[in-house]
C-alpha cells in the first residue's frame, strides 16, 4: 500500500469521529478500513460484558456471528488476549481452540484459523474489549507492519471512545440492564431488523412511565421477554416484576394466588398469606396470557387496578399496593369483548399502550442471529469446540414460516445440533449443521419470490430439502445464464456472488456452460 493511499484511509477514519453516525456504523467501517489496511481473512470487534464478549460488528464472519455470545471461561484465546494490555499473537500449532473456527465465510473445505491474533482495548484504562484478526492461511500476520498496526489500534479505541460518548445516556440504561441480564443471556433482546428497531423504540418510550402495557403477539414471539426489558429499563427497576400465568391458575385458588388470604379464610389455609399483587407492590406485575382470564377474576383485577387496593381473601381490610401492570395475550382482546369473553372496560385498563410483537418470519436475518446465540448455548451444552450452519441450511431457516416462532427455532437448533453431533466422526471438533439435520418442510413458494420468471420454477415436494435447494439453485442458475447469455460475471454480479464461489457452485450443481 503506497503512503498516500495509507493517509487517505486513515484519515477518513479520523473524519469518521466528528461525523453523526450510529456505532454500528463506525464499527463497521472501522472493521472494512482494517482489512483495507491489514492482510486478513476475518475481523471482529468485540464489547466485555459480564463473563460474555459480545460481537459488536464483524467482518469476513458468518451473519450468525453476530448472535453468538462467547463465554470467557470457555475461550481461552479470547481470556488471553484480555488479560494483555499489548498485541497477542497465537502460533499456528497453538493447541488452544480458536472461538471463529468454521464461522468465516469460505468454502467447507477449509474451517480452521491458522494465524489468528487480537489486541484488549481500553477506554479511559478500563477494559471495553477487543479487536480480533484472523486469517485461514499460516505466516499471513508476518508482513503486517507493527507501527501501522499499533496506529489503527489507537484509532479504534478512539472510535469506541466517541460512539460510547454519544450514547452515554443509553449506557447508564444499560449498565442497570445489565445487572438483570448477568446471569442469563436469555434476556437479551436480539435483532438488527427494522420491525426489532422499532419495537425497542417503543420499549424505550413506554418503560419510563407507569402506564400499563398490553403486549400482543403469537406464541412463540418473545412477549416475556419484552416485559422484562420494559421493567428492567423502568424507574421500578430495583423491585420485583412478579409473573403471573393466568392461563394456569386453578380457578378454585386463583383468588388466593393473586390477592392473597388470611388464615382461616378455607379449608387448608393455615396461615395468612401474600399474593402476587401484593408481592408487586411498588414493583411490576406480568399478567401473562390474561386472555384466559375467568370473567369472575377479571372483575377483581379491574377493582383493583381502579383503586389500587387488593383485599385477601377472608378479610375485610384493603391493603394499598403501588404496581405497574404489563399484560400479555396472543388473542384478539377485541374480539374477545365483541364476543362477551372479555370485560370491555378492563380491555381498557390494560391497553393503555399497546405493544405489538412481530412473528419471527418477518423479522428477515435475525433469524440468523437468533440461531447464532442458540447454537452458542447448544455448543457449550454439547461440548464441542464448534457448532456452524452450512449455507443451504441458513438458507432454509430464512425460508421457513416459522408458525413457533423464536421457540421453535430454539428447539428446532437444539434437535439439529444433537443429530449433527452424533452423526459426526470426531464431535468434539467443529460441527457442521446441514439440511437433513433441520427437521422442517421449506417454503418453496418464498422461495420462488426471488426469481423473475418464478413460474417456471417448480421443485419436486417428494425431495429432501437439500435436493430440493440444489434443484431450485439449478434452475435459478440456468434461467440466469441463458438471460446473459452465457455470461458468468453478469450472471455472478446478479446473483451477489464473487466469481469464484459462483464457478464452484457451477462445478458442484454441475451446470455445464
Same mark, same amino acid.
Given at each position: 500500500?503506497?503512503?498516500?493511499?495509507?493517509?487517505?484511509?486513515?484519515?477518513?477514519?479520523?473524519?469518521?469521529?466528528?461525523?453523526?453516525?450510529?456505532?454500528?456504523?463506525?464499527?463497521?467501517?472501522?472493521?472494512?478500513?482494517?482489512?483495507?489496511?491489514?492482510?486478513?481473512?476475518?475481523?471482529?470487534?468485540?464489547?466485555?460484558?459480564?463473563?460474555?464478549?459480545?460481537?459488536?460488528?464483524?467482518?469476513?464472519?458468518?451473519?450468525?456471528?453476530?448472535?453468538?455470545?462467547?463465554?470467557?471461561?470457555?475461550?481461552?484465546?479470547?481470556?488471553?488476549?484480555?488479560?494483555?494490555?499489548?498485541?497477542?499473537?497465537?502460533?499456528?500449532?497453538?493447541?488452544?481452540?480458536?472461538?471463529?473456527?468454521?464461522?468465516?465465510?469460505?468454502?467447507?473445505?477449509?474451517?480452521?484459523?491458522?494465524?489468528?491474533?487480537?489486541?484488549?482495548?481500553?477506554?479511559?484504562?478500563?477494559?471495553?474489549?477487543?479487536?480480533?484478526?484472523?486469517?485461514?492461511?499460516?505466516?499471513?500476520?508476518?508482513?503486517?507492519?507493527?507501527?501501522?498496526?499499533?496506529?489503527?489500534?489507537?484509532?479504534?479505541?478512539?472510535?469506541?471512545?466517541?460512539?460510547?460518548?454519544?450514547?452515554?445516556?443509553?449506557?447508564?440504561?444499560?449498565?442497570?440492564?445489565?445487572?438483570?441480564?448477568?446471569?442469563?443471556?436469555?434476556?437479551?433482546?436480539?435483532?438488527?431488523?427494522?420491525?426489532?428497531?422499532?419495537?425497542?423504540?417503543?420499549?424505550?418510550?413506554?418503560?419510563?412511565?407507569?402506564?400499563?402495557?398490553?403486549?400482543?403477539?403469537?406464541?412463540?414471539?418473545?412477549?416475556?421477554?419484552?416485559?422484562h426489558q420494559i421493567h428492567a429499563l423502568s424507574q421500578r427497576v430495583k423491585k420485583a416484576m412478579v409473573y403471573?400465568?393466568?392461563?394456569?391458575?386453578?380457578?378454585?385458588?386463583?383468588?388466593?394466588?393473586?390477592?392473597?388470604?388470611?388464615?382461616?379464610?378455607?379449608?387448608?389455609?393455615?396461615?395468612?398469606?401474600?399474593?402476587?399483587?401484593?408481592?408487586?407492590?411498588?414493583?411490576?406485575?406480568?399478567?401473562?396470557?390474561?386472555?384466559?382470564?375467568?370473567?369472575?377474576?377479571?372483575?377483581?383485577?379491574?377493582?383493583?387496578?381502579?383503586?389500587?387496593?387488593?383485599?385477601?381473601?377472608?378479610?375485610?381490610?384493603?391493603?394499598?399496593?403501588?404496581?405497574?401492570?404489563?399484560?400479555?395475550?396472543?388473542?384478539?382482546?377485541?374480539?374477545?369483548?365483541?364476543?362477551?369473553?372479555?370485560?370491555?372496560?378492563?380491555?381498557?385498563?390494560?391497553?393503555?399502550?399497546?405493544?405489538?410483537?412481530?412473528?419471527?418470519?418477518?423479522?428477515?436475518?435475525?433469524?440468523?442471529? +437468533?440461531?447464532?446465540?442458540? #447454537?452458542? !448455548?447448544? *455448543?457449550?451444552?454439547? %461440548?464441542?469446540?464448534? @457448532?456452524? &450452519?452450512?449455507?443451504?441450511?441458513?438458507?432454509?431457516?430464512?425460508?421457513?414460516?416459522?408458525?413457533?416462532?423464536?421457540?421453535?427455532?430454539?428447539?428446532?437448533?437444539?434437535?439439529?445440533?444433537?443429530?449433527?453431533?452424533?452423526?459426526?466422526?470426531?464431535?468434539?471438533?467443529?460441527?457442521?449443521?446441514?439440511?437433513?439435520?433441520?427437521?422442517?418442510?421449506?417454503?418453496?413458494?418464498?422461495?420462488?419470490?426471488?426469481?423473475?420468471?418464478?413460474?417456471?420454477?417448480?421443485?419436486?415436494?417428494?425431495?429432501?430439502?437439500?435436493?430440493?435447494?440444489?434443484?431450485?439453485?439449478?434452475? +435459478?442458475?440456468?434461467?440466469? #445464464?441463458? !438471460?446473459? *447469455?452465457?455470461?458468468? %460475471?453478469?450472471?455472478? @454480479?446478479? &446473483?451477489?456472488?464473487?466469481?469464484?464461489?459462483?464457478?464452484?457452485?457451477?462445478?458442484?450443481?454441475?451446470?455445464?456452460?
Amino acid at each position: 500500500m503506497t503512503t498516500d493511499l495509507l493517509l487517505k484511509t486513515l484519515m477518513s477514519l479520523i473524519n469518521d469521529l466528528s461525523r453523526q453516525l450510529s456505532p454500528q456504523q463506525r464499527y463497521q467501517h472501522l472493521l472494512e478500513t482494517l482489512r483495507t489496511l491489514f492482510p486478513c481473512d476475518a475481523c471482529a470487534l468485540l464489547k466485555h460484558e459480564p463473563n460474555y464478549l459480545v460481537p459488536l460488528a464483524i467482518n469476513g464472519l458468518s451473519e450468525d456471528t453476530l448472535g453468538r455470545r462467547f463465554l470467557i471461561s470457555e475461550q481461552p484465546r479470547l481470556a488471553t488476549i484480555l488479560k494483555s494490555r499489548g498485541l497477542i499473537r497465537f502460533p499456528a500449532n497453538s493447541p488452544l481452540p480458536d472461538p471463529y473456527d468454521g464461522l468465516i465465510d469460505n468454502d467447507e473445505t477449509q474451517l480452521h484459523i491458522h494465524d489468528c491474533m487480537g489486541v484488549a482495548l481500553y477506554i479511559d484504562d478500563k477494559i471495553w474489549g477487543v479487536l480480533t484478526f484472523d486469517a485461514l492461511i499460516p505466516a499471513t500476520f508476518d508482513v503486517i507492519n507493527q507501527q501501522m498496526l499499533q496506529t489503527f489500534i489507537g484509532l479504534t479505541e478512539a472510535t469506541v471512545k466517541v460512539a460510547n460518548l454519544i450514547v452515554s445516556l443509553e449506557s447508564r440504561v444499560k449498565q442497570v440492564e445489565q445487572t438483570l441480564l448477568e446471569e442469563s443471556c436469555r434476556l437479551e433482546m436480539i435483532g438488527n431488523s427494522s420491525q426489532m428497531q422499532l419495537l425497542n423504540h417503543e420499549i424505550s418510550v413506554v418503560a419510563h412511565s407507569d402506564l400499563s402495557v398490553l403486549i400482543l403477539g403469537e406464541t412463540g414471539v418473545g412477549k416475556e421477554l419484552v416485559a422484562h426489558q420494559i421493567h428492567a429499563l423502568s424507574q421500578r427497576v430495583k423491585k420485583a416484576m412478579v409473573y403471573v400465568n393466568c392461563a394456569a391458575l386453578p380457578e378454585n385458588i386463583a383468588e388466593s394466588e393473586l390477592f392473597g388470604h388470611i388464615k382461616g379464610a378455607f379449608s387448608g389455609a393455615i396461615a395468612d398469606r401474600s399474593g402476587k399483587f401484593e408481592l408487586a407492590d411498588g414493583g411490576t406485575i406480568f399478567l401473562d396470557e390474561i386472555g384466559d382470564l375467568p370473567l369472575t377474576l377479571q372483575a377483581k383485577i379491574l377493582r383493583t387496578l381502579q383503586n389500587g387496593e387488593i383485599q385477601r381473601v377472608g378479610s375485610d381490610a384493603y391493603i394499598k399496593v403501588n404496581i405497574r401492570v404489563i399484560a400479555a395475550t396472543n388473542r384478539n382482546l377485541q374480539k374477545g369483548v365483541v364476543e362477551g369473553n372479555f370485560r370491555p372496560d378492563l380491555y381498557h385498563r390494560l391497553a393503555v399502550y399497546p405493544i405489538s410483537v412481530p412473528p419471527l418470519r418477518e423479522r428477515g436475518k435475525d433469524v440468523l442471529l +437468533l440461531s447464532g446465540l442458540f #447454537l452458542e !448455548k447448544n *455448543k457449550q451444552r454439547l %461440548a464441542v469446540q464448534g @457448532l456452524r &450452519l452450512e449455507e443451504a441450511a441458513k438458507q432454509a431457516l430464512l425460508n421457513y414460516h416459522w408458525p413457533g416462532n423464536i421457540r421453535e427455532l430454539e428447539h428446532l437448533l437444539s434437535r439439529a445440533a444433537l443429530k449433527a453431533v452424533s452423526t459426526t466422526e470426531s464431535p468434539k471438533n467443529i460441527v457442521t449443521i446441514r439440511c437433513q439435520h433441520l427437521d422442517i418442510t421449506i417454503n418453496t413458494e418464498s422461495l420462488s419470490l426471488a426469481v423473475d420468471e418464478s413460474k417456471v420454477v417448480v421443485i419436486p415436494t417428494q425431495k429432501n430439502l437439500k435436493m430440493q435447494i440444489d434443484e431450485f439453485q439449478r434452475q +435459478l442458475i440456468t434461467q440466469k #445464464l441463458a !438471460k446473459y *447469455k452465457g455470461n458468468k %460475471a453478469k450472471t455472478a @454480479l446478479d &446473483l451477489g456472488l464473487n466469481r469464484s464461489n459462483f464457478h464452484r457452485l457451477l462445478k458442484r450443481l454441475q451446470i455445464v456452460k
